[in-house]
Nanobody, 117 residues
Framework: QRQLVESGGGLVQPGGSLRLSCAASGFTFRRYAMNWYRQAPGKERELVAAISAGGSTNYADSMKGRFTISRDNSKNTVYLQMNSLKPEDTAVYYC???????????WGQGTQVTVSS
Protein backbone atom coordinates (compact mmCIF):
# COMPACT_ATOMS: atom_id res chain seq x y z
CA GLN A 1 0.00 0.00 0.00
CA ARG A 2 1.10 3.55 -0.66
CA GLN A 3 2.43 5.40 2.32
CA LEU A 4 3.97 8.76 3.13
CA VAL A 5 5.34 9.15 6.64
CA GLU A 6 6.60 12.52 7.85
CA SER A 7 9.03 12.84 10.72
CA GLY A 8 11.40 15.36 12.27
CA GLY A 9 8.92 17.83 13.66
CA GLY A 10 9.05 19.12 17.18
CA LEU A 11 9.60 22.16 19.33
CA VAL A 12 12.30 24.62 18.33
CA GLN A 13 13.20 28.12 19.44
CA PRO A 14 12.90 31.08 17.10
CA GLY A 15 15.95 31.25 14.90
CA GLY A 16 16.52 27.54 15.16
CA SER A 17 16.45 24.82 12.55
CA LEU A 18 14.66 21.57 11.86
CA ARG A 19 14.94 19.00 9.12
CA LEU A 20 11.75 17.23 8.16
CA SER A 21 11.71 13.92 6.34
CA CYS A 22 9.00 12.19 4.38
CA ALA A 23 9.56 8.53 3.64
CA ALA A 24 7.60 7.07 0.75
CA SER A 25 6.72 3.47 0.03
CA GLY A 26 4.38 1.52 -2.19
CA PHE A 27 4.89 3.52 -5.37
CA THR A 28 7.57 4.55 -7.83
CA PHE A 29 8.93 7.52 -5.94
CA ARG A 30 11.14 8.87 -8.71
CA ARG A 31 8.10 9.37 -10.96
CA TYR A 32 6.42 11.74 -8.52
CA ALA A 33 6.82 15.40 -7.83
CA MET A 34 6.93 16.00 -4.09
CA ASN A 35 5.55 18.95 -2.19
CA TRP A 36 5.58 20.22 1.36
CA TYR A 37 2.48 21.98 2.62
CA ARG A 38 1.66 23.37 6.02
CA GLN A 39 -1.47 24.27 7.89
CA ALA A 40 -1.73 26.32 11.04
CA PRO A 41 -4.84 26.43 13.22
CA GLY A 42 -7.40 28.76 11.70
CA LYS A 43 -5.51 29.08 8.43
CA GLU A 44 -5.77 27.41 5.06
CA ARG A 45 -3.26 24.83 3.98
CA GLU A 46 -0.49 26.48 2.00
CA LEU A 47 2.28 25.28 -0.25
CA VAL A 48 5.71 25.59 1.32
CA ALA A 49 8.03 24.05 -1.26
CA ALA A 50 7.95 21.78 -4.27
CA ILE A 51 10.43 19.59 -6.06
CA SER A 52 9.78 18.02 -9.43
CA ALA A 53 10.63 14.49 -10.45
CA GLY A 54 13.60 16.02 -12.26
CA GLY A 55 14.78 17.91 -9.19
CA SER A 56 13.75 21.48 -9.93
CA THR A 57 12.49 23.38 -6.89
CA ASN A 58 10.06 26.15 -6.05
CA TYR A 59 9.29 27.93 -2.80
CA ALA A 60 6.69 30.20 -1.37
CA ASP A 61 8.09 33.72 -1.08
CA SER A 62 8.11 33.71 2.70
CA MET A 63 10.24 30.57 2.72
CA LYS A 64 12.81 31.56 0.11
CA GLY A 65 16.27 31.79 1.61
CA ARG A 66 15.24 29.91 4.75
CA PHE A 67 13.86 26.56 3.58
CA THR A 68 15.36 24.00 1.24
CA ILE A 69 13.56 21.04 -0.28
CA SER A 70 15.53 18.07 -1.54
CA ARG A 71 14.98 14.45 -2.43
CA ASP A 72 16.96 11.26 -2.31
CA ASN A 73 15.48 8.81 -4.76
CA SER A 74 17.71 6.01 -3.51
CA LYS A 75 16.02 6.36 -0.12
CA ASN A 76 12.54 7.23 -1.40
CA THR A 77 12.64 10.27 0.84
CA VAL A 78 11.99 13.98 0.48
CA TYR A 79 13.39 16.48 2.97
CA LEU A 80 12.63 19.98 4.09
CA GLN A 81 15.49 21.81 5.78
CA MET A 82 14.09 24.73 7.74
CA ASN A 83 16.40 27.44 9.04
CA SER A 84 15.82 30.76 10.78
CA LEU A 85 12.49 29.53 12.03
CA LYS A 86 9.89 32.01 13.15
CA PRO A 87 6.83 31.58 15.37
CA GLU A 88 4.75 32.12 12.24
CA ASP A 89 6.16 28.85 10.89
CA THR A 90 4.28 26.91 13.54
CA ALA A 91 2.01 24.46 11.74
CA VAL A 92 1.43 20.87 10.82
CA TYR A 93 3.64 20.08 7.85
CA TYR A 94 2.46 17.59 5.26
CA CYS A 95 4.17 15.95 2.34
CA UNK A 96 2.26 15.43 -0.87
CA UNK A 97 3.07 13.26 -3.88
CA UNK A 98 1.92 14.16 -7.39
CA UNK A 99 2.45 11.65 -10.20
CA UNK A 100 3.77 12.36 -13.66
CA UNK A 101 0.97 11.54 -16.07
CA UNK A 102 -2.10 9.73 -14.87
CA UNK A 103 -2.74 8.83 -11.29
CA UNK A 104 -3.91 10.36 -8.05
CA UNK A 105 -1.92 12.44 -5.63
CA UNK A 106 -1.88 11.66 -1.95
CA TRP A 107 -0.77 12.90 1.42
CA GLY A 108 1.10 11.98 4.53
CA GLN A 109 -0.31 12.26 8.02
CA GLY A 110 1.63 15.40 8.91
CA THR A 111 4.20 16.31 11.51
CA GLN A 112 3.85 19.14 14.01
CA VAL A 113 6.38 21.97 14.02
CA THR A 114 6.18 24.41 16.90
CA VAL A 115 8.43 27.47 16.99
CA SER A 116 8.34 29.05 20.40
CA SER A 117 10.61 30.24 23.16
Amino acid sequence: QRQLVESGGGLVQPGGSLRLSCAASGFTFRRYAMNWYRQAPGKERELVAAISAGGSTNYADSMKGRFTISRDNSKNTVYLQMNSLKPEDTAVYYCNAVPIGIGSDYWGQGTQVTVSS
